[in-house]
C-alpha cells in the first residue's frame, strides 16, 4: 500500500473513495428509477413490469447512501493514482464502437471484431490463440442465444 502523507488524527478534507462509489451507486440507482418510470409498477399481490427494478433501485441506493455516509475511513479521492486509466477509456471505447456497430454489421461479426481487439491489441496475446477464441465464442454465443434460446440477435446485411 502505498505510503499516505496523512498525519495521525489529522484528516485531509476531500471526497474519499468509497464515499465517491457509494455516491456513484446511488447516481445509478436514481438513473434506474427515473428509467423504470415508464413502466407500471403493480401491487405486492400483482407486480408489474417496473416492480422489480424498482425495488432493485430502492436497494442500490440505500447501499450507495451507506456506503457514502460511512466510506470516510478509505483514501481520499484525490491521492489516489490511476495508472489504468488509458486502458479502461480504449475499452470503454471499444464497447461503445460495438454497440454503435452491432445493428449495421451483425453480433457475430462484432464481437468477433470486438474481441480481437480486445484480445489481440489492448491483451497483445498471441495471433493463433485470439482468432480461434474470438470466432469460437462469436459463434457459439450465437447459436445458444439465437437459436437454442431463440432470442433475436442483430444479423450482418449479408445474413451472416
Not at 41 to 68: D, H, S
Not at 78 to 84: R, T, V
Not at 87 to 113: F, P, S
Request: proline share 8%; charged share 15%.
Amino acid at each position: 500500500m502505498p505510503e499516505s502523507t496523512e498525519t495521525p488524527g489529522q484528516r485531509p478534507r476531500g471526497l474519499r473513495s468509497d464515499q465517491f462509489s457509494g455516491l456513484m451507486l446511488v447516481a445509478l440507482a436514481l438513473y434506474v428509477g427515473w428509467a423504470n418510470r415508464e413502466f407500471p409498477v403493480g401491487t405486492l399481490a400483482e407486480p408489474g413490469p417496473g416492480y422489480l427494478p424498482l425495488a432493485l433501485a430502492l436497494f442500490l441506493g440505500a447501499m450507495g447512501l451507506l456506503i457514502a455516509l460511512w466510506g470516510g475511513s478509505s483514501r481520499a479521492l484525490a491521492s489516489m493514482k490511476w495508472p489504468e486509466l488509458t486502458r479502461a477509456v480504449v475499452i470503454l471505447a471499444a464497447c461503445a464502437v460495438a454497440t454503435l456497430a452491432l445493428e449495421r454489421v451483425g453480433y457475430r461479426l462484432t464481437i468477433i471484431a470486438l474481441l480481437i481487439f480486445l484480445l489481440g491489441v489492448v491483451e497483445r496475446r498471441r495471433p493463433l490463440p485470439v482468432a480461434l477464441a474470438s470466432l469460437g465464442f462469436g459463434f457459439a454465443s450465437f447459436y445458444v442465444v439465437a437459436d437454442l434460446l431463440h432470442v433475436p440477435l442483430p444479423r450482418s446485411p449479408w445474413g451472416f
